[in-house]
C-alpha cells in the first residue's frame, strides 16, 4: 500500500467499522429476532434470525431437546416457521397484501466457546434460526405497509418484581440507498413506508469548479473621479503651502461641495480600460477552496450507501484519485462485508463538517492546474445494528487533506490523520442526555 493510500484507507476503516467489533461482544441474552429489511425496485425482502427463545415464544415446534435444532427437525423447523410468517406477518406493497416465497432457511450453530455469553438462557440463546423472505412486486413500491406479531416477554429488562413487558422488535430497513432503524412494538405493530423518488445518486453532492478570472473592461464614473481628485488635490496644495488652518472653513465646505458632486455624479461620463491577467492556473481562495472540499468530503460516505461493489467502487471514484482508489475501495469494502458477515456494521447516518481552514495552494503551469491542503475538522453519526437492538455513536477526526484538480474534476489526493476521538454514545431509544461526559481520545 502507497504512502498516501494508508492514511485515508485506516481512517475511513475507523470511521465505518471502528465500533462493529465491541458490538459483536454483547448479545441479548434472552429473546431476539435480527431483522433486516429491504426494498427495492422488485420488492420487499426480510431476513430474519430468530434465536430459539424467541423461536419457542411465538412459534413453538416440537423438537427432541429444546436447546437444539436437529438436522432432521430442520425441515418441521422451516415449514413452521414459514407459515407463521405467511399468516401472521402482512406485507402490503402499494394497497396490495404480497404472499411471501421462502427464498433460504438455515440453523445458524455459533461456536460453542460464546456460550458463556448466554449465562440465563445458555445455548436456546445462542443458537438461531435464519429465514429469507421475498415479497415481489410487479413495479417499484411506492408504499409499504410492514406488521410483526410476535413479543415475547422482556425478561432482561423487566423491573425486579413486575411481570416484564412486551420486547421492542428493533429492525434495520434499507431503502433507497439510505438505512434506519424501524421498531415494532405490540401497540404499535404495523411500520409503513413511502418513497421518496430518490436515487442513492441524487443524494451526491455537486463540487464546484474553480471559474477563472475573466479580462474585461473597468469603468470608473468621469466626473465623480474628477471631483475626488480636485479635493485631494486642493487638500495637497494646501498642505504643501501650510495654509490648512488658514482654508480650514473653505476647505471643509469646498470639500463637502466636491463630495457630494461626485456622489451625484456616478452615473456622468465614464473612464474605462482593458483588464489584463495574468497568465496561468490561478489558486483558489480559502472560501472557493472549502466550498470544493465540503461536498467531495461528504460524498466519500454516501458511496457506502450502494449495495454493491461495482457501484461504490464508481461512486468513490467521483472524490477519490485514481492512485487511492483501488487501495480505500479494497480495504474499506471488504472489511465492511467481513464485519456484516459477522452480525454488526456500523452505518452513518450524518456528517458535520465542524471546521476547514485553507492552509496552502499550489499551481502547476505545465499541467495548468493547481492543488490544495485543507485543516478538517469533522463529526460521523453512526448506528451498529446486531442481535436485534442498536447502538448509535458520535465520533470527531481530524485530518488535513490534500485536494487536487484533474482531467475528471477535483479529486481528494492524500490525507494525514491528525485527531480522533468518541464524542458520545448510547442506545437508540434511550435518553440522549446520557452522553458521554467528555471525548475520550483514541477511542473508537
Not at 424467541?54 to 427437525?73: K, Q
Not at 433507497?176 to 404499535?188: A, K, L, M, P, V
Not at 463630495?259 to 480600460?273: E, F, H, K, P, T
Request: aromatic share 8%.
Amino acid at each position: 500500500m502507497s504512502m498516501i493510500a494508508r492514511p485515508l484507507v485506516c481512517l475511513l476503516a475507523l470511521m465505518l467499522l471502528g465500533s462493529a467489533p465491541r458490538a459483536l461482544a454483547h448479545p441479548q441474552d434472552g429473546a431476539h429476532a435480527d431483522v433486516r429489511i429491504t426494498i427495492d425496485d422488485t420488492g420487499v425482502r426480510f431476513e430474519v434470525a430468530l434465536n430459539l427463545v424467541f423461536l419457542d415464544s411465538v412459534c413453538p415446534t416440537t423438537r427432541e431437546n429444546a436447546a437444539a435444532v436437529h438436522p432432521v427437525e430442520e425441515a418441521h423447523v422451516r415449514d413452521a416457521l414459514f407459515s407463521y410468517f405467511r399468516e401472521r406477518h402482512p406485507v402490503v406493497i402499494d394497497g396490495v397484501e404480497v404472499t411471501p416465497t421462502l427464498e433460504s432457511f438455515a440453523v445458524v450453530r455459533p461456536e460453542p466457546e460464546l456460550l458463556p455469553l448466554f449465562p440465563r438462557t445458555g445455548a436456546r440463546g445462542l443458537l438461531r434460526v435464519r429465514i429469507d423472505l421475498r415479497y415481489s412486486a410487479k413495479s417499484p413500491p411506492k408504499t409499504v405497509s410492514m406488521t410483526w406479531a410476535g413479543f415475547p416477554p422482556d425478561e432482561i429488562n423487566a423491573e425486579p418484581g413486575q411481570s416484564p413487558q412486551p420486547l421492542v422488535v428493533e429492525a434495520q430497513l434499507t431503502a433507497e440507498g439510505q438505512f434506519s432503524i424501524i421498531r415494532f412494538t405490540h401497540t404499535e405493530p404495523v411500520v409503513s413506508w413511502t418513497a421518496s423518488g430518490l436515487r442513492p445518486e441524487d443524494r451526491f453532492l455537486s463540487v464546484p469548479d474553480l471559474p477563472p478570472l475573466k479580462p474585461g473592461v473597468v469603468r470608473v464614473p468621469a466626473l465623480s473621479a474628477l471631483c475626488l481628485l480636485g479635493l485631494v488635490g486642493w487638500i495637497a496644495v494646501a498642505g504643501a503651502r501650510k495654509q490648512i488652518r488658514r482654508q480650514g472653513l473653505a476647505l471643509m465646505v469646498g470639500g463637502s461641495i466636491l463630495l457630494v458632486g461626485a456622489l451625484l455624479a456616478r452615473d456622468v461620463g465614464s473612464i474605462s480600460w482593458n483588464r489584463r491577467l495574468a497568465e496561468g492556473p490561478r489558486l483558489p481562495s480559502e472560501i472557493e477552496a472549502i466550498a470544493i472540499f465540503s461536498p467531495l468530503h461528504a460524498n466519500i460516505y454516501r458511496a457506502f450507501d450502494y449495495d454493491n461493489e461495482s457501484a461504490i467502487y464508481d461512486a468513490l471514484a467521483r472524490s477519490v484519485d485514481g492512485d487511492l482508489l483501488d487501495e480505500l475501495y479494497n480495504q474499506i469494502f471488504q472489511s465492511l462485508i467481513m464485519q456484516e458477515e459477522g452480525g454488526a456494521v456500523s452505518r452513518v447516518q450524518e456528517v458535520r463538517l465542524v471546521d476547514a481552514s485553507l492552509e496552502s495552494a499550489r499551481a502547476d503551469p505545465a499541467a495548468g492546474s493547481v492543488s490544495f491542503d485543507v485543516d478538517a475538522r469533522w463529526q460521523v453519526d453512526g448506528v451498529v445494528y446486531h442481535y436485534g437492538h442498536s447502538h448509535w455513536r458520535t465520533n470527531e477526526y481530524r485530518a488535513r487533506y490534500t485536494v487536487e484538480q484533474s482531467k475528471s474534476g477535483w479529486r481528494i489526493g492524500a490525507t494525514t490523520v491528525l485527531e480522533q476521538f468518541r464524542v458520545a454514545a448510547g442506545q437508540i431509544g434511550e435518553d440522549t442526555s446520557q452522553r458521554a461526559p467528555a471525548p475520550v481520545p483514541g477511542e473508537l
